[in-house]
């Protein structure tokens, strides 16, 4: 027979994981168990747009790399359209502008395959720069962490944008800016996130 108890005790805190590959990107943990899996592709051939890759490393607050995180990003067209119901002015054919994958067991890097987002409208009649929309899983970290990726050769965009131009400790702005390399093939855009210490990225409570 079942104990009664009078009040429930409160259990042990749990962390994300440490099966957020097989739940959530089952594909990188080497099991094949959608149809349809989540991927770092968010753009076909015919996309217009710049094509362009990113690629990052997760850090933790001793350095270290994390080698078992999720990465998700959402981001506009080139026109600044989202692939979405709630933008009436419809995406680029093609274009999905959301992907998911994790960083790899090895290397410790992701990466995603897209082209460069336009500039999108903000409140009060703004523009924000482009910038693409991140969001971050890994054991540990039990509600995702939200922050945005920016362009490095944007500077006139990014000196008007609103969110960046919210952010109180200006030192700390670099921390959204991912740097351009124009690598054979597509230009690749380097966005490491650090989780926490002097260098950490900054994250956003929406």
Known sequence: MAQQLAYLKETASQTAGPYVHIGLIPH?????IFQNNFGGVLAGADTPGEPIAIEGRVIDGTGALVRDALVEIWQADANGHYAHPADKR???????????TGTDFDTGVYRFDTIKPGRTPWRNGKISAPHINVWIVARGINIGLQTRMYFSDEEAANADDPVLNAIEHKSRVPTLIAKRQDKPGKA???????LQGDNETVFFDI
């Open 188 to 194: 690749t855009y380097l966005f490491d996130i650090v």
């Open 28 to 32: 990188m943990a080497g099991f094949d």
């Open 90 to 100: 419809q995406a680029a054919a093609g274009f999905r502008g959301w992907g998911r």
